[in-house]
């Protein structure tokens, strides 16, 4: 281990250069710094680290906070401030000294900067003493905010802090001024900004200082090593984005409730411990399904495929900042992404709602968000619904906006982190996106999904979800096809718009009061009522269970279809994108959202009627009465704007890929226009 941390160095170097007195520490301010006093191992807080370690020959030491007010390393210091604080009195006609020091920013500031320039510049031929004031919480001192929000005092307090650090006579001095503050953004952005404070950040533990710290706790606590089933250089690997007083609280959790220190018990603490951290800011998902589980989307699960091979290879440089994952409603756009980490085995984390409704919080939960990742990495970080969560650079909301969406885009193109920390930006309105968090070199792979488009993709699903949902299907009801998308007739009643689904004269009163539950449906033609439009499909295959459906609009391009077109090519010539994107619709199936909603409805009809297994004809029934709550405008409009925003064809539909991007383009706006 180096002499000094590498953050006390760098304010030391700074220092030495003559031309910074004051200076502001922040990110890890909380956690506990190898000392250098001590032969052995030790660590203390950052308050005695920098009394004692940094600050050991300085005369005077004077700590500073809104609680505590004015306090010092020693008795020595603690006279001498006294007998300053008595002459003032006398100068002054003040009463500092008989009514107690004073805890408020201003009074308590102008009576140290009366002592610290007793000392540093006295009087009367006296040496001159060297000063270290450490003022904690600066952010509650000087918050972030407008200049003319600020009251009196506060402009006061803002001016003494500016006017130290190009004070001449502090300048030619042996004193030092330290503001400690968490988040930088929560600090006043004129002491941040000031080219006469220099800043100085302290990280979280890296590999090897875990290590040590570690090491130090088994040294000092041999149980641990009786308790722990993994040695020290794999323990500290697993706690990458703990501090030094998390690690001191897993170890300690494990000596006093006799707990086995496995790998498993060190994820679940580290997950408690950042969500504690970051409460109400990051939630951890447990992704314990890979891509395998994912149905459908073969193009877009072998790209990803082979974005973890390069991972688990280290070949990081070849990777994506991030993925811009968009589609519909209930394509899985969530479910995709975690799914993925688990394929890499790394953390994955979900944005929740940082921001607030008081100035400057909004930027500081942000801050110490991009802090934790940081230390955290590698780690996949999911924002969901992100049109609407990051902000612009054009909303009006006294550019707190602004502020969260420059940090965010800078923290994204940043390539240091290429492979370190994965971004996954969730969205079925892509188009809202601010096209800076998805150009290249940030989101860079933008991965559309669609629904289901092949009998065996969408009974695959229908497999997964009832194990999910826990709704025991009959075998009949297994091989249901659920690919309608659902309309509305005439008379109000709902009805399929496609075949494979449902039998329209199936009994409505009683999900077994046909004869012909066993029947298959699958040949069974679309349905016409006076008025309405009925899309027949094109001639199409059969699969292996004697269904018949559309040529399969497969995502592998190299073995689908070879030789023949299907039958939609000619029709599509002369279709409008409406109309193609439509008809994809109807062919394809439900979401899997619907799905699911579907199961939790039939296995609702089911118990009603003394059933704990789920029949086909419960399946068939809630499908008919099912009423999507999404216009087809709404559909058509997501779907043209996750094609439009796809970076590789090979992620798209055959259907869809021929589309001419120029008139998409402008079917799009003219979607957006009529919104």
């Known amino acids: 281990m180096p002499k000094f941390p590498t953050w006390a160095n760098d304010l030391a170097d700074q220092y030495r250069g003559g031309t910074l007195i004051e200076f502001i520490i922040h990110g890890n301010v909380n956690d506990l710094v190898p000392s250098t006093r001590e032969d052995k191992a030790t660590f203390r807080t950052l308050r005695d680290f920098l009394a004692y370690d940094l600050f050991p020959r300085r005369d005077a030491v004077i700590y500073y906070d809104p609680s505590r007010g004015i306090s010092f390393r020693d008795e020595d210091t603690f006279s001498d401030f006294h007998r300053v604080a008595q002459a003032v009195d006398a100068a002054s006609g003040t009463r500092f000294a008989q009514q107690g020091l004073p805890r408020d920013p201003r009074r308590a500031l102008y009576l140290i900067e009366r002592y610290m320039r007793a000392k540093v510049d006295p009087r009367g031929g006296a040496a001159p003493k060297s000063v270290a004031l450490i ?41 030092t001024v330290v503001l400690v503050a968490e988040n930088l953004s929560e600090l006043s952005t004129i002491l941040v900004k000031s080219p006469f404070i220099g800043r100085v950040e302290i990280k979280h533990p890296d590999l090897e200082e875990r290590r040590h710290y570690l090491q130090s706790r088994v040294d000092k606590h041999p149980e641990l090593r009786e308790l722990s089933e993994i040695d020290v250089p794999q323990f500290a690997k697993l706690t990458a984005g703990l501090s030094r007083v998390n690690l001191n609280h897993v170890t300690s959790q494990a000596l006093a409730n006799r707990r086995p220190i496995t790998a498993e018990f060190v994820a679940q603490q580290k997950k408690a411990l950042i969500e504690k951290e970051c409460y109400g800011l990051l939630e951890f998902l447990q992704a314990k399904h890979g891509l395998d589980t994912v149905c459908g989307h073969a193009e877009q699960k072998r790209w990803l495929r082979e974005d973890a091979r390069l991972i688990r290879e280290g070949k990081i440089d070849a990777l994506p900042m991030g993925y811009l994952i968009c589609g519909p409603v209930g394509t899985g756009k969530t479910f995709l992404a975690t799914c993925y980490t688990c394929d890499i085995g790394i953390p994955c984390v979900k944005l929740l709602n940082f921001r607030s409704q008081w100035q400057g919080v909004t930027e500081g939960n942000w801050e110490k968000i991009l802090n934790v990742l940081k230390a955290t990495g590698p780690v996949g970080v999911i924002i969901d619904e992100a049109d609407a969560a990051v902000g612009s650079r054009d909303d009006h909301d006294s550019g707190t906006s602004k502020r969260v969406f420059s940090m965010l885009a800078a923290q994204m193109g940043d390539t240091r982190f290429r492979g370190h920390i994965l971004w996954f930006l969730l969205t079925s309105r892509p188009d809202l996106l601010p096209v800076d968090l998805k150009r290249q070199g940030r989101a860079e792979i933008h991965i559309p999904l669609f629904y289901p488009e092949t009998a065996e993709e969408r009974k695959t699903m229908l497999k997964i979800l009832a194990r999910k949902c826990e709704v025991d299907l009959e075998p009949e009801a297994l091989e249901l096809d ?39 449906h699958s040949h069974a033609h679309p349905h016409t009522h006076d008025g309405e439009h ?21 995502h592998d391009h190299a073995h689908a279809h070879e030789g023949a077109e299907p039958d939609w090519v000619e029709e599509d010539e002369v279709r409008t994108i409406s109309e193609i994107i439509q008809d994809t619709l109807a062919d394809c199936g439900m979401s899997g959202a619907e799905v699911e909603s579907i199961l939790i409805r039939s296995k609702r009809r089911a118990y009603l009627e003394g059933r704990t297994q789920v029949s086909r004809a419960d399946l068939e029934l809630e499908v008919r009465s099912y009423i999507p709550n999404l216009s087809p405008q709404q559909l058509e409009l997501q ?11 090979r992620f798209l539909p055959r259907r869809l890929a021929r589309l001419d991007r120029d008139e998409l383009q402008q079917h799009l706006h003219q979607l957006l226009d009529s919104e």
């Not at 001192?141 to 001016?159: F, K, N, R, T, Y």
């Not at 009994?507 to 066993?518: A, T």
């Not at 779907?639 to 064809?649: F, G, K, Q």
């Open 534 to 554: 009925t899309h027949t499909h094109p001639e199409g295959v059969a699969d292996e269970d004697g269904h018949t459906h559309p040529h399969a609009h497969s």
């Open 135 to 175: 003022v904690e919480y600066a952010q509650l001192i000087m918050p972030q905010g407008q200049l003319s929000h600020l009251s009196g005092e506060d402009q006061a307090v803002l001016v003494t802090l500016l006017r130290w650090a190009n004070d001449p006579v502090f300048l030619r001095s042996d004193m």
């Open 482 to 520: 659920l690919r309608a998308r659902m309309v509305i007739g005439e008379a109000g009643l709902p009805h399929a718009h496609a075949h494979g689904a449902c039998d329209h004269d199936h009994d409505h009163d009683h999900p077994h009061g046909s004869e012909e539950h066993g029947h298959d």
């Open 639 to 649: 779907v043209a704007s996750a094609i439009m925003e796809c970076s590789d064809r």
